[in-house]
């Protein structure tokens, strides 16, 4: 059974008297333990799509199951209990939050899932030491380089035990050398832990990370691309 399946998914906006259509006729479905990449040109629907996936949004028409849930006819509350428990978010800018340190930006999670405070420093560590962030588990972000920063970002999507892994352009902020790393903790944490991953990306060596490519245009998946390793 596909951890993520979309049917004939579409998801238009309307501005005023304009309509847009960010995605449309979306079939697509992923098995667990599946890593893949979604690129296309700016506007082409990646982050709408990423969106939809990550139940931060609802299609307009279709059907999606994550994990057999039919997430499409969710309410609010539904939808966040989902992203809490399967799911994990990284993103290009890393969203950590300014006034907490690395170790208490991993917990945020594990305290809105209701865990002690024992428990939640003890896997909060483990998760940080998992991205090779042992040290520095105390500065704010702030006092962290940019790569340093997206590693904070993964231990708090996975310190979870997520079955998904979503990422929007995650090395989009880094330098090639440091996006190589964060790719390197992705490939881990496929190979090794079985997490799936759904990443969009504007970068080919970023994106050969994964098994296949999904590539977009104006709303609708042109072509998918089989990754040769
Ligand atoms: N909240 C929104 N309201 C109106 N239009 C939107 C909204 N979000 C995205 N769009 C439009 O949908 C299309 C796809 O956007 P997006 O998914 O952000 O593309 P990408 O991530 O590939 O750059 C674009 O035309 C964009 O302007
Ligand atoms: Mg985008």
Redesign the pocket.
């Known amino acids: 059974m596909p951890v993520i399946e979309l049917k004939n998914i579409a998801r238009s ?1 309307k ?1 005023g008297q304009v309509f ?1 259509e ?1 995605l449309k006729d979306i079939d697509l479905s992923i098995e667990e333990g599946d890593f893949v990449s979604i690129m ?1 040109p ?7 799509m990423l969106n939809l996936i990550g139940c931060l949004d609802k299609p307009t028409s279709g059907t999606y199951e994550i994990a057999g849930k039919r997430v499409e006819k969710m309410g609010d509350s539904e939808l966040a209990d989902i992203r809490n428990q399967l799911l994990g978010f990284v993103f290009q800018s890393f969203h950590l939050l300014p006034d907490l340190n690395a170790l208490e930006n991993v917990e945020l999670p594990l305290i809105y899932r209701g865990m002690g405070g024992n428990e939640r420093r003890k896997r909060s560590i483990e998760a940080l030491k998992s991205v090779g962030l042992d040290e520095r588990i105390h500065h704010r972000p702030s006092q962290l380089s940019g790569g340093e920063q997206q590693r904070v970002a993964i231990a708090r999507a996975i310190v979870g035990d997520p079955k998904v892994l979503l990422a929007d352009e995650p090395t989009g902020a880094l330098d090639s050398k440091t996006s190589e790393n964060i790719m390197a903790i992705f490939q881990e944490l496929n190979d090794h832990r079985g997490i799936t991953i759904v990443q969009v990306t504007h970068e080919k060596s970023v994106a050969e990370y994964g098994y296949r490519i999904f590539h ?1 245009l104006d709303g609708k998946i042109e072509r998918v691309e089989d990754v040769v390793k």
Do not use: M
């Open positions: 906006y501005n847009i960010a296309g700016s506007g082409s629907g990646k982050s709408t977009l």
